[in-house]
DNA sequence: CATTTTCCTGCATGGTCATTCAAGATAATG
DNA sequence: CATTATCTTGAATGACCATGCAGGAAAATG
């Protein structure tokens, strides 16, 4: 594995990049079980064993692509991880991120929907973290929910956590059916028919 | 390819049964592309070159795994499918399907869900298979909406469309983030939560 | 009982897979 | 410029993959 002792070249970023951009790209469309390293390399500019040379195995690509990811999402997504935002601006911001991805992020959904159910049965090192970045969510929606009831902005006869999953359901599924059927489903209305919908729930 | 001629054996019946039930098992947990004909052959008792005696090739097994599949959802359904419930009744029908997963079909569930991930992509059979299943249930959801707006069941200015994707997508997500965290998502409960809400939405 | 059909196996084939290794090319360093 | 480290390649390896084939076992049919 490269990077480990020395200086790193810049030649040598650059092709770790395009192998990740290559890989990405190709998860997201076949998964990692069918994608061979043969494709990402090729499609890099390179051979097998550079890749390997780069990531010490296929798994060393898959985590650095995950990690990757997580530094596109974070990126995109502006906002102090520790803020305490309202309903509405969480809500707003859900649409909000949906347009966002259906205008220009397909690849990152893709990867991200195809990863988690190539690795629902546990295991293995991927479901743990699909599991955990789920559980994530859900505990960030709970504590969204739980403000809300505590300070009277939505009504308290209903179980954050199980609204929690619900919410976080909803958007899973709606990314699954836009990506299985991106000119049926339109991902950014649905998210404004559910969200509506939900904060005119709440507010009763 | 068996049974094209003559008439079928019933020990090749319970051979081809017993193959197929161990291509869903297999396919539920690690996809199509993660499982090898030796391994689901194994598990029936056979041979590779038996399993493609009777299905011809490992795509005529997927196939054959589908129909099954098909066949066994339909037969739990036990409601003609030229139905018209109301929308009370299909809520109910939802909710006691969750159930029912929960307890007791989590293969059938994971099969849907890996399959369908597996299939993101458009170009194979299988993709026009699950997207012509999605849309079908929308379908058939965007009705039930139309006709409960119609005769005054529930308000009338919201699309019906928008709202049978909003519906699937629950569904689907609900069983997507319950295959991945069973122990942290309640499948009928996050279930109960979402109809209950929606049936309160839909009234107002 | 003989013939035909279905069912199944052992073996072989060509393909793809991830990974290893030795050696060459390229860049940085003193 | 020489040395050293980084980067990259080509060939080779062994494992697994789906499938084909030839022949044999089992069952049905007359």
């Not at 951009?21 to 499609?43: C, P, Y």
């Not at 999953?165 to 489903?185: C, K, R, T, Y």
């Amino acid at each position: 594995m490269a990077g480990v002792k020395g200086q790193v070249q810049k030649r040598g970023v650059a092709r770790r990049r395009a192998m990740v951009d290559a890989a990405i790209k190709l998860f997201a469309q076949q998964g990692v079980r069918g994608t061979g390293v043969a494709a990402i390399a090729e499609r890099a500019g390179a051979t097998p064993s550079a890749l390997i040379h780069h990531f010490g195995s296929k798994d060393g690509l898959v985590q650095a692509v995950l990690e990757e990811a997580d530094r596109r999402a974070l990126e995109r997504l502006a906002v102090p991880p520790d803020a305490e935002p309202t309903l509405d601006q969480a809500f707003d911001w859900f649409v909000r991120d949906a347009e966002h991805t259906a205008a220009a992020e397909r690849e990152l959904a893709a990867l991200h929907t195809t990863l988690t159910a190539e690795n629902l049965e546990p295991g293995s090192a991927l479901h743990t973290w699909f599991r955990d970045r789920g559980r994530a969510l859900r505990a960030h929606l709970t504590a969204l929910f739980t403000r809300a009831a505590a300070d009277g902005t939505a009504r308290a006869d209903l179980d954050p956590a199980v609204l929690a999953a619900e919410v976080a359901a909803f958007i899973e599924g709606a990314h699954l059916l836009w990506l299985l059927d991106p000119d049926e489903v339109d991902l950014t209305a649905v998210h404004r028919g559910y969200f509506a919908g939900l904060a005119a729930r709440l507010r009763t």
